[in-house]
């Protein structure tokens, strides 16, 4: 089955212990993309990538890193997590990168810093 | 920039009566707009698109939507709601001249009564 993966799904912490979610697609897709989701926000781009080892910042990378050193896999990493980055984290990916494509977002993880 | 505006937070309606979900965009050059649906506890999941073409969009589970250049709207719309439709709806948008980038809207919250 065509699918994109997180985990974990659920995750509480505490400020300052570093973390990692990770987000693999079975797709072979070439544009992989963090997202979160707040109330009110909508979804907000972290970073994302066109292909391996090629990452960019999205509109609100501070405090997050990522790396693309397999096509499949996108994971996300938090050094330092904060409250502030208590949310609902969605990653997807696309075929390619021109803008003609939808994207598959993987199921969500929903953290809690404390 | 891009952006994208969803002015109701909620919609409510009846099941069998017609059902609306308004959406504006911005950008700088020509869109694609993209309409996406998140049911309690899942990922998004794609509706349909906009990239070029005939100004009505037909998509998944009877949903449809109308590109309207000159009102930059593209209003997804379903002739006869059903109680299984109600979710949160994202509107997004990507600008042809930085197609990396999809910017979503704030969501609205669609309840459908039967």
């Known amino acids: 089955e065509a699918q994109v993966t997180q985990n974990p799904r659920y995750l509480i912490t505490v400020t300052g212990k570093k973390l990692t979610v990770t987000c693999s697609q079975n797709m072979n897709h070439e544009y992989m993309s963090w997202y979160r989701q707040d109330p009110g926000l909508g979804l907000r781009q972290i970073y994302y990538s066109m292909n391996v080892e090629v990452t960019d910042k999205g509109d609100v990378p501070e405090g997050y890193k990522v790396s693309r050193k397999e096509k499949r896999n996108f994971p996300l990493i938090l050094e330092s997590p904060s409250p502030n980055q208590t949310s609902l984290y969605f990653c997807a990916s696309s075929p390619q990168t021109t803008g003609v494509y939808e994207q598959y977002f993987g199921p969500g993880t929903r953290l809690t810093v404390t | 920039a891009q952006s994208v505006a969803q002015p109701e937070d909620q919609v409510n309606v009846a099941e069998g009566n017609p059902l609306t979900v308004k959406c504006t965009y911005s950008?700088?050059?020509?869109?694609?707009l993209f309409w996406y649906v998140q049911y309690p506890n899942r990922g998004l999941q794609f509706l349909l698109k906009?990239?070029?073409?005939?100004?009505l969009v037909k998509g998944s589970y009877g949903f449809e939507a109308e590109f309207n250049k000159s009102q930059t709207s593209f209003h997804l719309k379903k002739p006869s709601a059903l109680v299984s439709d109600s979710a949160l709806y994202f509107c997004?948008?990507?600008?042809?001249?930085?197609?990396?980038?999809?910017?979503f809207g704030a969501g609205t919250t669609v309840t459908v009564r039967a």
């Open positions: 950008v700088s050059g020509n869109p694609y």
């Open positions: 997004a948008v990507r600008d042809l001249t930085n197609d990396y980038k999809l910017s």
């Open positions: 906009y990239i070029t073409g005939d100004n």
